[in-house]
């Protein structure tokens, strides 16, 4: 196992079949850098175009059509002491009638933060208004993350789909392990979009857009059935990411997927899989901004242990 240190030069725009950046084996960790949004890096620099340039792909040598790969996202540390977003909510995300209210101007509709990377804040960069001074805690996470997409398709960073993408999902931060179908030889794994900070939904389009440094350790699966969908683990829930418009195919995804996953790690059946769900399950929405939205649905691991272990407390 090794620890490769990437410094990239070329960014995509597309999760496709794209020359791999670097190759690494089974079990090795990767630490490179991601640049905002807008493509510009930790130096001020415009380096890459819009929307959402990625690092990578980075080649798994020995992973197949088939297989799983494993991604344990091990820190995202925005690496610069500014970031931006939108100052208003999307006007897909509230009724009709209330768009001409919120006097929404796309070509003035920016919010910029003073980010501090040590003491772990962003400081909303305004000096007057009921918010001048809002200071809130960071969570930094991945926007995009994923692996090429099947029959040799290239799909653009504004969207997700089985491949994973630009989810936008708040519990793709340190210490998640994420679960990929495999569709090409290599996986071809790219990450890229980080937030300082991001609310539920993406409801403005944006989080706290700002450049990172990013660790990740990756693993490969063999001999297991093929998932649809992808899968995470952050240490207290698992949890399945479905991908699509509208919302309640996106949920049908994610729903279907984790009803696999208990099927294949608890022995259930269908019906037990479900009952199980039925009362512990949450959902959570990872946006509804992009192309196709994004629906988390989330088990409690210690549901699952009580299963496992036969109810030993009634």
Request: with cysteine.
């Amino acid at each position: 196992m090794a620890t490769h240190h990437f410094d990239p030069s070329t960014f995509f725009t597309t999760f496709g079949p794209h020359e791999p950046v670097l190759e690494i084996e089974e079990g090795d960790t990767v630490v490179t850098r991601t640049v905002d949004a807008s493509g510009v890096d930790s130096e001020g620099r415009k380096v890459a175009p819009r929307p959402n340039p990625l690092t990578g792909p980075f080649r798994v040598a020995g992973a197949e059509p088939g297989d799983r790969l494993i991604v344990t996202i091990e820190s995202v540390r925005p690496d610069r002491g500014h970031g931006f977003g939108r100052a208003s909510l999307a006007p897909n995300v509230v009724d009709p009638e209330f768009v001409p209210e919120m006097g929404y101007d796309p070509r003035n509709d920016g919010a910029s933060w003073r980010v501090d990377t040590e003491g772990g804040t962003a400081t909303l960069d305004r000096d007057d208004g009921p918010l001048a001074g809002l200071t809130l805690r960071l969570a930094p996470m991945l926007g995009c993350i994923g692996v090429a997409p099947d029959g040799g398709e290239a799909i653009s960073t504004a969207t997700s789909g089985p491949h994973g993408g630009n989810m936008d999902v708040r519990r793709l931060g340190a210490g998640a392990a994420v679960t990929f179908p495999v569709f090409v030889p290599g996986a071809s794994l790219f990450v890229g979009d980080a937030h300082a900070l991001q609310g539920d939904g993406e409801v403005s389009g944006t989080g706290i857009e700002i450049s990172a440094e990013v660790r990740l350790a990756v693993r490969v699966e063999k001999g297991r059935p093929p998932i649809g969908w992808p899968r995470g683990d952050d240490g207290t829930d698992l949890f399945t990411m479905g991908n699509a418009r509208p919302l309640d195919q996106a949920t049908q995804h994610a729903t279907t997927e984790m009803v696999r996953w208990l099927m294949e790690e608890l022995g259930l059946g269908a019906a037990d899989a479900g009952l199980l769900m039925s009362q512990t399950v949450r959902y959570e929405i990872g946006n509804v901004f992009d192309p196709a939205y994004t629906v988390v649905c989330r088990m409690p691991k210690s549901v699952l242990e009580a299963v496992r272990s036969g109810f030993p407390n009634g």
